[in-house]
């Protein structure tokens, strides 16, 4: 049987669906400098170097998120707080515990 023709096909099968690539399933190849003796030990145990940089990577990238964020709202924040050590909390009255 012979494929449609392009004006025989109805518009939603003009082009293939678009695929969104998340970005964190993407991977990028990266040198990283490390001990000899650390990289030595980590093979004698099995570790696998890319998932372990990762997952390192990862954690010092949400320290360093929540740093940069207390420091950006540190005002706001020190502003609340002086507001409830004055007043107290806004609805407390409200509360059943």
């Known amino acids: 049987m012979p494929r449609p023709s392009r004006t025989d096909r109805s518009p939603e099968h003009d082009s293939p669906p ?3 690539v998340d970005a964190a399933l993407r ?3 990266t040198n990283v400098t490390l001990s000899v003796a650390l990289v030595d030990e980590a093979k004698a145990l099995g570790v696998n170097l890319s998932q372990a940089a990762e ?3 990862a954690d010092a990238v949400a320290r ?3 740093e940069v964020w207390l420091a950006e709202n540190r005002e706001a924040m020190d502003s609340s707080n002086a507001y ?3 007043r107290g909390l806004p609805l407390a009255r ?3 515990f």
């Open 18 to 20: 678009a695929r969104r």
């Open 27 to 29: 991977r990028r190849s």
């Open 55 to 57: 997952v390192g990577v």
């Open 64 to 66: 360093k998120r929540a």
């Open 84 to 86: 409830v050590e004055a």
């Open 94 to 96: 409200h509360r059943n």
